[in-house]
């Protein structure tokens, strides 16, 4: 157990007083436009890269911040908490920037992670396809081999950051039909010739995030682009799940607890029946119930920051922790939106949007399906139930 509390040990106050202020200066203002726009500007990449907010765990030696899990953490709670979810630091710095670190040659770490750390170059995951949903052995891209560089063909979807990124970690297949976890990973610049952006998705909510379709067509990658081994790409995804769900996590609880005070401040300032809502009793139930439940989130989301800190998180909790929170963040902002009426349904009021946004978390880096199967496993083994 920790000498102090998990919130205490794992803040930094000063740190995120200076992430609030770059929110509240460069972000507020601008996300609804961006919404319409339906993309980030990339001019607040360079801003976020100038000061120290992208790759902050990465080393000095690659010019990186060079802090610690902490403050990623922070800058991705008072990102989620401002309801900015078109701005995905998170997804560059905490996703693709690791697999650069851990797998990539020394020659494309001195390349890239300088570069990405500035805001200069957008890095995004190219992972799913039209026909595969979660299950990443099933991906039909393929890599092919040829003398000094490795030909690749597929198409990809739902790629975060898809218009924007300059820089893809994309999977693919290099074994034969036969073998499922033949996946290698590649480092893929949009520049390439036969690299094609698709249009940007209509989605349901997060409407400044540019999601997009992705087109290879025979795309020549040179062959020291290659992240790690050949073959071993599976492993090497299976290995940052753990990371990369918990940042979800993270962005989940922040979210709904943003969401909890803007409600706050509506129910205290709104009137029905001659009487401020929050004083009819349904709304006081419904907002104690509600702070408590996220009160449990915080302990238990920022145990496993921890936890993550120290090299003790396992897959397992990750995915409890991804599990957890998105599906409460899912139920709680529908209840806020339940307290603001008619107005909830609103797209002009924060509640509204937080709604829309929050339906994915449900789905990205893993269904919550998919998480009670792994959790399940971790006690089950490999039992399996009877095939009708």
């Known amino acids: 157990m920790l000498d102090q509390p998990v919130a205490a040990a794992i803040d930094d106050p000063v740190f995120r007083e200076a992430v609030s202020r770059f929110v509240t200066r460069e972000i507020v203002p601008h996300h609804a436009d961006w919404e319409t726009a ?3 500007d990339r001019a607040l990449w360079l801003k976020a890269g100038e000061a120290g907010l992208l790759c902050p765990t990465l080393p000095e030696e690659y010019g990186c911040p060079g802090g610690d899990f902490r403050h990623a953490a922070i800058i ?13 630091f998170y997804l560059h710095s905490e996703i693709v920037a690791p697999y650069v670190l851990h797998y990539g040659s020394e020659a494309l770490k001195q390349r890239w992670l300088p570069e990405m750390a500035a805001g200069r ?23 092919v081999r040829e003398g000094d560089h490795y030909v690749l063909k597929g198409q990809k979807i739902f790629i975060s950051n898809g218009q924007t990124a300059d820089l893809f970690m994309v999977a693919a297949k290099t074994g034969g039909a036969e073998d499922g976890d033949a996946i290698s990973l590649f480092l893929v610049e949009a520049a390439l010739p036969g690299f094609g952006r698709g249009r940007v ?3 349901v909510g997060m409407k400044a995030q540019d999601t997009s379709e992705i087109f290879l067509d025979d795309v020549r990658v040179p062959a020291d682009h290659l ?7 599976f492993q090497y995804l299976v290995e940052q799940l753990a ?43 419904e907002i104690g119930d509600m702070l408590s439940q996220i009160k ?11 936890e993550h800190m120290a090299g003790r998180l396992d897959g397992t909790t990750a995915s409890m922790a991804k599990l957890w929170t998105t599906e409460l963040q899912c ?11 008619g107005y909830g349904y609103m797209r002009e009021y924060p509640i509204a949007r937080a709604w829309a946004d929050a339906r994915v978390q449900r789905i990205y880096g893993g269904t919550s399906e998919i998480m009670k199967e792994i959790v399940a496993r971790s006690r089950l083994g490999g039992v399996r139930g009877h095939k009708r």
Not at 227 to 233: A, K
Not at 243 to 270: C, N, S
Not at 331 to 341: E, K, N, S, V, Y
């Open 296 to 306: 449990v989130a915080r302990v238990f989301i920022d145990w496993c920051v921890a």
């Open 227 to 233: 992240l790690g081994e050949e073959g071993r790409g």
């Open 243 to 285: 990371q990369e769900r918990l940042m979800v996590a993270i962005a989940a609880v922040a979210a709904t607890e943003g969401a909890l005070e803007h409600t706050i401040d509506y129910v205290t300032g709104r009137e029905t029946f001659g009487q401020p809502l929050a004083s009819h009793q349904n709304t006081r139930f």
């Open 121 to 143: 170059a957008i890095g995004a995951i190219a992972m799913s396809e039209p026909s595969t949903g979660s299950d990443v052995r099933a991906i039909r891209s393929r890599a």
């Open 76 to 88: 991705t709670e008072e990102v989620a908490r401002a309801g900015a979810t078109g701005v995905l």
């Open 201 to 203: 998705l209509d989605k």
């Open 38 to 40: 339906g993309q980030v």
């Open 331 to 341: 139920a709680l902002i529908d209840r806020c939106l339940q307290l603001h009426g």
